[in-house]
């Protein structure tokens, strides 16, 4: 029998990203313009104006926080760590460390071949960018009412169930690399980044890659009738 919401069930991680998205919007709105993930930034770079000498440096801070975020986590629940692959027999660094390294960063699963994830994360990351820009567009609001930061939430929580099952879902170059980054210095060593003939890179390009493709075809299909 299949549990739904159960503690560390899937639901409830997709669930538990989106709120986090929401949050962290919130928080960061006013300093920054909510910039969580670099694929956004750089889309709007590309078609909303904002400053490309700000790229690079707001995609390392996303990183950076992305980092910090898992080396909290990592903190909390290193004793589970330890329980987990004491009793499953598992040592960091060997491929089947993949089952505690997949907590900080995706990996595809195993009937996904890696152009078949690439194309997951420019699909899924492209929907992610459509949404931001239709919530987020002043031509298309019907009120005053900023819903934005629940529906952009909401549409990382129906990405989450609607693509994760191949690849995790990503859609966030930040969110992927910071967390994988800890997860090599944490123990799991080169596994990380040479698994899956080096994997690592797709959840890096594909979500920069689908997210100027949601943004070229929001403006297409949407933008263009609300000038």
Same mark, same amino acid.
């Given at each position: 029998m299949v549990v739904l919401f159960g503690l560390g069930s899937y639901e409830t991680i997709t669930w538990g990203w989106g709120l986090a998205v929401i949050f962290g919007i919130?928080?960061?709105?006013?300093?920054?313009?909510a910039h969580l993930n670099p694929a956004v930034t750089l889309a709007l770079a590309l078609k909303r104006n904002f400053p490309w000498k700000k790229v690079i440096p707001y995609s390392v801070a996303q990183i950076a926080g992305a980092f910090m975020g898992a080396a909290l986590l990592y903190f909390n629940y290193h004793e589970a760590f330890a329980h987990f692959e004491s009793s499953s027999s598992?040592?960091?660094? =060997?491929l089947e460390s993949l089952k505690t390294a997949?907590?900080?960063a995706t990996y595809?699963?195993?009937f996904v071949s890696n152009f078949g994830a690439f194309v997951d994360q420019v699909v899924g990351t492209s929907l992610l960018v459509i949404l931001i820009f239709a919530v987020t567009d002043e031509? =298309?609001?019907s009120n005053e009412i900023n819903r934005a930061p629940f529906?952009?939430?909401?549409t990382v929580v129906a990405i989450g169930m609607s693509f994760g099952g191949n690849a995790g879902y990503a859609i966030n170059p930040a969110r992927d690399?910071? #967390?994988r980054l800890l997860s090599y210095f944490a123990g799991w060593g080169q596994l990380v980044f040479t698994a899956r003939e080096y994997y690592f890179c797709i959840?890096?390009?594909? #979500?920069?890659?689908?997210?100027?493709?949601g943004a070229f075809l929001y403006d297409f299909f949407v933008g263009r009738f609300l000038e």
């Open positions: 919130y928080v960061s709105a006013k300093i920054s313009g598992i040592v960091r660094g =060997n997949g907590i900080f595809p699963a195993t031509r =298309n609001q529906i952009i939430g909401l690399f910071g #967390p959840p890096i390009v594909a #979500p920069l890659l689908g997210g100027l493709a």
